[in-house]
């Protein structure tokens, strides 16, 4: 399974950002996709989980009523819709997934996407 991250970019405080998981190889469907972002000198942090079977989400704090995520099973896809972005949401952000439930621990994520560039000015 190959999962590929897109959508980054620099974006002004108060904006907004869509990135999207793209996943290859087998169906994704079984699976319970994250996004994850790891901020310059800090370690990896859960930002947002789906459900594979009714589609929960699932949120961190710091960015719940801003941050939705979203999944089209059909087309092996995963979405991170993000608004009013704030500096502090400047990151490389990451989608993984798992087959079974959802868990914001990044270890026990077995396959991974490389990466996108998210930077929020002020």
């Known amino acids: 399974v190959q999962l590929q991250a897109s959508g980054g970019g620099l974006v002004q405080a108060g904006g907004s950002l869509r990135l999207s998981c793209a996943a290859s190889?087998?169906?994704?469907?079984?699976?319970?996709v994250a996004w994850f972002r790891r901020a310059p000198g800090k370690e990896r942090q859960f930002v947002a989980a789906?459900?594979?079977?009714?589609?929960?989400?699932y949120y961190a704090d710091s960015v719940k009523g801003r941050f939705t995520i979203s999944r089209d099973n059909a087309k092996n896809a995963t979405y991170l819709q993000m608004n009013d972005l704030k500096p502090e949401d400047t990151a490389v952000y990451y989608c993984?997934?798992?087959?079974?439930?959802?868990?914001?621990?990044?270890?026990?994520?077995?396959?991974w996407g490389q990466g996108t560039q998210v930077t929020v000015s002020s």
């Open positions: 993984a997934g798992r087959m079974g439930s959802v868990l914001t621990t990044p270890r026990y994520f077995r396959y």
């Open positions: 789906i459900r594979w079977g009714d589609g929960s989400p």
């Open positions: 190889g087998r169906t994704f469907s079984r699976h319970a």
